[in-house]
């Protein structure tokens, strides 16, 4: 009974030996030691997008690819169409699961460049996310999308940066990295994943997420809450700048003609 006990004992230590010696390179793979900075950013009345850098360390060897993702929201956009030799709304395209904001850049820029449907990053990953509804028939889908993505990319939401990330010299067997990218001025208040993903011989073998809190103060929250809020007094308040700079323009103008 003693030594079928001890030999129990053995065989049970075996895999748990196995296990603890494992620990260490599933640890040091996922230590990526993410920090965004600022991780808070404030839009007031003078708001001209803000710097944001993200650092990170990664396995000697590894690349990396880091995406921003805003919170998942609907859009609708209006469909052109040649009516009568005019060109006129035909009717509506709706885009369901579209991020608000989605930037990517990488170590390798050429694992964006050559991003498949299969990669879980870039633009092809957002087509199979993204869907749509509507006036829009099967075969013109990826043409639209092509569109919208354009679309985002003209007013900055969307970018995939040719400027790769950056890479330190090795310290303790890890690198340390550095992405920076500009939050561009019509960034909406919201909370954004910043995400690293770690890649070796193909896959991903770490991911970490942080996140970057966007929020509203002074006078463009004033007038956000009263929208929301307090929708009778904002109406008049809009009337009454409308009326006054229409005053003051008027005033301006008629002045300059008197001379």
């Not at 650092?55 to 956009?77: C, K, W």
């Not at 929250?221 to 008027?250: E, N, P, R, S």
Request: hydrophobic letters at 45%.
């Amino acid at each position: 009974m003693g030594a079928r006990s001890y030999f129990g004992q053995r065989l049970v230590a075996v895999p748990g030996l196995l296990l603890i010696l494992s620990l260490p390179s599933l640890v040091w793979g996922a230590s990526l030691d993410l920090k965004v900075f600022p991780s808070q950013v404030e839009i007031g009345a003078f708001f001209r997008g803000q710097r944001v850098t993200v650092t990170a360390l990664i396995p000697q060897g590894a690349e990396a690819v880091m995406e921003v993702v805003g919170q998942s929201r609907d859009e609708q956009l209006m469909r052109k169409g040649r009516r009568g030799g005019l060109w006129l709304n035909v009717g509506e395209i709706d885009f369901h699961g579209a991020p608000s904001l989605y930037m990517a850049m990488s170590t390798d820029p050429k694992l964006l460049e050559a991003a498949a449907a299969a990669e879980p990053w870039g633009y092809p990953a957002l087509k199979t996310q993204v869907t749509m509804s509507g006036q829009v028939q099967d075969p013109e889908r990826d043409e639209f999308f092509e569109q919208f993505l354009k679309m985002k990319e003209s007013e900055g939401l969307y970018t995939i940066f040719q400027e790769p990330i950056k890479k330190s010299p090795v310290a303790g067997g890890l690198v340390p990295v550095k992405g920076e990218f500009q939050l561009p001025t019509n960034v909406r208040p919201g909370s954004y994943e910043v995400c690293l993903s770690v890649i070796q011989e193909g896959r991903i073998t770490a991911k970490n997420c942080g996140e970057l809190q966007v929020t509203m103060v002074g006078f463009p929250a004033m007038i956000a809450t009263l929208a929301y809020q307090h929708g009778a007094i904002y109406g008049i308040l809009a009337v009454v700048i409308a009326i006054v700079t229409g005053f003051a323009i008027g005033f301006i103008f008629k002045g300059g003609g008197g001379h």
